[in-house]
């Protein structure tokens, strides 16, 4: 078999391997060399179809930490919604990206900190001049026993910051945003901003996905109730092969019934 088409055939092998769940999402996958004496290749042809699969949200390769099985879109499918709830076993909100089914952990340090807000972007939805400093609060956290979901990174304007500055007091989802509430801010109100972008280096390591994979940027901006100015914007940020955004479409008034003399359609004759 020519060589440029031998790790494509190698590749598909190993692909139809994870899909009949040979190897279970968080895995290792044998290393470059038992692969090799396993498919008759070379080591390359080997590290070829490794970099295709990772390409296709499959695989995640680490220099010294191995090849591990990607989780994907192996998660339920809920239609995201727009309301936003309270909690009912803990003191806080949940947005619509969130599940009170799931139990979420959170992965490595966790950060609340004041620091210098160098994106033009977010400080403008902010209302702050790029390098202000600011209040920033930075969790990774996903499901219970997955890989790391999602980045999380509020950045609290400076007129509220020292209301939550001992937010980790209290861990509770949300509670933050209740003391901004309770500090005269009632009630908040919430837009978010969708797009899909590129990781950088650090966002595909905290998540633990390849630098070619592709993401989704989720930027909510939270309003004061009292001057509907920002107080606080909050990026999340997901591997795109593990989250699929699903909207239900409602009709409008003007479009619930078409026909002029106020019939039905009762289909073809």
């Known amino acids: 078999m020519p060589v440029h088409s031998r790790y494509l055939d190698i590749a598909a092998k190993i692909r139809e391997r994870i899909e009949a ?3 279970a999402p968080g895995s290792r996958l044998p290393r470059l060399d038992d692969f090799a004496a396993e498919y008759a290749a070379n080591r390359d042809t080997i590290g070829r179809a490794v970099a295709a699969l990772e390409a296709e949200g499959y ?3 680490v220099q010294g930490r191995g090849i591990s099985v990607r989780y994907g879109t192996m998660r339920p499918r ?3 919604g727009d309301l936003v709830k309270r909690n009912e076993q803990v003191t806080g909100y949940s947005f619509p990206s969130a599940s009170s089914q799931e139990v979420w952990v959170r992965h490595g340090p966790v950060i609340n900190a004041a620091a210098r807000l160098e994106d033009p972007r977010i400080a403008k939805l902010l ?3 790029p390098g202000t400093e600011v209040l920033r609060r930075f969790r990774v956290t996903g499901p219970a026993s997955e ?8 950045w609290i304007h400076p007129r509220v910051a020292e209301i939550v500055a001992d937010v980790d007091a209290n861990p509770a989802a949300g509670e933050w945003l209740y003391q901004i509430e309770r500090a005269g801010h009632w009630p908040l109100s919430w837009m978010e901003i969708h797009r ?3 990781p950088s280096r650090e966002e595909a390591s905290l998540l633990e996905i390849p630098t070619n994979l592709p993401v989704l940027e989720i ?3 939270g309003r004061s109730g009292a001057d509907h100015q920002p107080v606080e914007v909050t990026e999340y940020v997901v591997a795109s092969d593990r989250v699929e955004t699903v909207h239900v479409l409602h009709r409008d008034e003007n479009a619930r019934e078409p026909w002029p003399d106020g019939s039905t359609p009762t289909g073809d004759r």
Do not use: D, H, T, Y
């Open 147 to 154: 890989a790391p979901f999602q980045i999380n990174i509020s």
């Open 59 to 61: 695989l995640w390769a």
């Open 219 to 221: 930027v909510r901006v």
């Open 21 to 23: 769940g040979e190897w």
């Open 78 to 80: 809920r239609p995201r």
């Open 196 to 198: 899909a972008r590129m």
């Open 127 to 129: 209302g702050v001049e």
